[in-house]
């Protein structure tokens, strides 16, 4: 088994950590940002996201993409990154977990459309979310609100932020004044997030039948290593020869972050996490690769997220997430007790998301039942 690498002199560390908003006792037998992967995956904003949408809607079949199995492919892809690079790989896969805890039912169709109701109070972004959820909305310890995960997983899952709202959020939120950049771990992310999310809506594509191979023959990065797949296996043919040829693609776009990466840091000279918030962002695909994924991400925003039975199940989820929040918003009684008292606390626009962004696909269908059928309990 090989041995764990030492962390390079620009990894986050233990030693060099802002520690947790509340401090607490070392843990025994883990590291701090094993503790902060163990909460969240105990969490149960994690649970929940076995039944909100990737890009297909959960009861559309089983097979395809959650948000939970994309971020746990995303965690998989990050940590052997960051290992390579000899960067915090356990603070990478916190970070890579909790990134979409944060995420509304049905996928960005609900986020767009819980944003556009929140618009005249204070709008609605799931990475703020999933920060909200880990320092307050989780109710698991008695000594404080929230996972009290360390400064770097929380600035890990901060990935956007407007100035007004950095200056909301303190310490959290000064790098986005400061105009520095994210730890290394949270780069990786970043980009494995896209590696996941990219290749695997390909394979859930073609699976669906909303987009075929011979249109995928179209686009380099697919049919290149579709040709070397074929020509290393004559005889593969369907799904095998799919998952051999997206499994190439993943892993060509891995190699060349690897090698680019590793190219920017060389000439970059960065030695420590502040040498790495003070350079431009060091994580990153060669020209021609940025190329090439990009012309894969255009393909899929035309022929799958636009795809009309897609276009069709994103309207409805509008609908729906306008409709309860309407509800809710033109008469609070309507929210569970524990959501009324957060009302009279936060007011009642943000209790209402916050109901809202953690329901499941099927939960906020059958509040939608409830609250619009007739003859509904």
């Not at 993409?65 to 896969?93: P, Y």
């Not at 909303?210 to 296996?233: K, N």
């Not at 957060?342 to 696909?361: F, L, Q, V």
């Amino acid at each position: 088994m090989p041995a764990v690498p030492e962390l390079a002199g620009y990894a986050v560390s233990e030693q060099s950590s802002a520690g947790r908003v509340v401090p607490e006792p070392r843990p025994k037998a883990r590291g701090e940002f094993q503790r902060d992967r163990d909460r969240i995956i105990h969490s149960t904003a994690f649970r929940r996201l076995e039944y909100k949408t990737q890009v297909f809607v959960n009861h559309e079949g089983d097979l395809f993409r959650t948000r939970l199995t994309h971020s746990i492919e995303v965690a998989q892809i990050a940590r052997s990154i960051a290992r390579a690079l000899r960067v915090n790989d356990d603070l990478t896969e916190a970070i890579a977990l909790a990134h979409d805890l944060g995420h509304t039912p049905f996928g960005h169709a609900g986020q767009d459309a819980l944003n556009e109701c929140m618009a005249d109070f204070g709008g609605f972004e799931h990475n703020l979310q999933s920060l909200r959820i880990v320092d307050k909305l989780e109710e698991r310890y008695g000594a404080f609100d929230g996972l009290n995960l360390m400064f770097e997983t929380r600035a890990g899952i901060l990935k956007h932020c407007s100035p007004a709202r950095a200056r909301e959020l303190g310490d959290i939120g000064s790098r986005f004044l400061a105009d520095r950049r994210p730890s290394l771990e949270a780069q990786i992310c970043n980009l494995a997030d896209e590696i996941a999310y990219n290749n695997h809506d390909v394979d859930d594509g073609l699976r669906s039948g909303l987009i075929e191979v011979e249109q995928m023959e179209a686009v380099s990065l697919y049919a290149r290593h579709c040709r070397s797949a074929s020509a290393d296996f004559p005889g593969l043919r369907g799904r095998r020869l799919i998952h051999e040829t997206v499994r190439r693609m993943i892993d060509a776009l891995v190699t060349d972050l690897l090698a680019e990466t590793a190219r920017r840091l060389a000439d970059s000279g960065v030695a420590s996490p502040a040498d790495v918030a003070a350079a431009p962002l060091l994580a990153g695909f060669s020209a021609e690769m940025h190329a090439e994924n990009r012309e894969l991400k255009s393909f899929l925003r035309d022929n799958l997220y636009r795809h009309y039975r897609v276009q069709r199940m994103t309207t409805k989820a509008r609908r729906i997430v306008r409709d309860l929040f309407g509800a809710f918003h033109s008469d609070v009684r309507l929210l569970p007790t524990e959501y009324r008292a957060r009302a009279d606390r936060e007011g009642a626009p943000r209790a209402i998301a916050d109901y809202i962004a953690g329901m499941t696909d099927r939960y906020a269908v059958k509040e939608h039942r409830r609250l619009f059928a007739v003859g509904m309990d």
